[in-house]
């Protein structure tokens, strides 16, 4: 009986934990045109972040890659990076948290397509 409750303490505090850090995190709003983001680079602090990408007139569905600038392979793309959804035009879409660490990232849509933007990580 105690190591069931302490299971559900232990429960209760880890989603406590996803919980509190997903409400932690910043959100950052982009938006993609034909063949471009709006954004043409962010500079930014260690942390988490969402990214909320809008699809503004592509008449066709987007997504949302991060990779470590350099290796933009799908084997080094930040998979929390990809949007939930593909953007269908005039919707959006969040990431998932993203925790980004000091570095060079660049961010694109492989859909779109569209060229490879900065994140500079401070």
Not at 72 to 88: F, M, P, W
Not at 102 to 113: A, E, I
């Amino acid at each position: 009986m105690k190591k069931v409750i302490i299971l559900s303490i232990i429960t209760v505090i880890a989603l406590f934990s996803v919980s509190t850090n997903a409400q932690s995190a910043k959100t950052i709003k982009l938006e993609q045109t034909t063949g471009d983001f709006s954004v043409h680079g962010l500079v930014l602090s260690e942390g988490d972040y969402v990214f909320e990408i809008a699809n503004n007139g592509v008449d066709h569905e987007v997504g949302f890659v991060i990779a470590p600038k350099g290796h933009t392979d799908q084997a080094h793309h930040i998979k929390e990076g990809y949007v939930k959804e593909v953007v269908k035009d005039g919707k959006s879409s969040l990431t998932n948290v993203v925790k980004l660490k000091k570095g060079t990232y660049v961010y694109f849509c492989p859909l779109n397509p569209t060229p490879q933007y900065e994140i500079v990580v401070q």
